[in-house]
């Protein structure tokens, strides 16, 4: 069973930058794609970003394209969500995902194990 520990969230005003970080279990991390996905209040889960076993191939979703970059550290088993010029709209639970496949992509029915999540507050 693999466990997923997110930790980095709090509040912060618009406009700052914040780092997201992701601790996994399981040995084999560097095999698995891992995703970042957020929740507000009342709306449904959906994609943030998402990387491949290697890094190779990341995705983002439109609306944190170019403010947040996702990366992965495979000997430390560990993924961040680097995100800058934070707006209100950010706002909400932000999980950690693994899928049990190398490839990374946009949707939560792929990913099989997750994190507890972390709050992510952005006051206007």
């Known amino acids: 069973q693999v466990q997923l520990v997110e930790s980095g969230g709090g509040l912060v005003q618009a406009g700052a930058s914040m780092r997201l970080s992701c601790a996994a279990s399981g040995r084999a991390f560097n095999l698995y794609a891992m995703g970042w996905f957020r929740q507000a209040p009342g709306k449904d889960r959906e994609f943030v970003a998402s990387?491949?076993?290697?890094?190779?191939?990341?995705l983002y979703a439109d609306s944190v394209k170019g403010r947040f970059t996702i990366r992965r550290d495979n000997d430390k088993r560990m993924v961040f969500l680097e995100m800058t010029s934070l707006g209100p709209e950010d706002t909400g639970v932000y999980y950690c995902?693994?899928?049990?496949?190398?490839?990374?992509?946009?949707?939560?029915?792929?990913?099989?194990?997750w994190g507890q999540g972390t709050q992510v507050t952005v006051s206007s």
């Open positions: 995902a693994q899928r049990k496949d190398p490839l990374a992509t946009k949707f939560v029915a792929d990913y099989i194990f």
């Open positions: 990387i491949s076993m290697a890094g190779g191939t990341r």
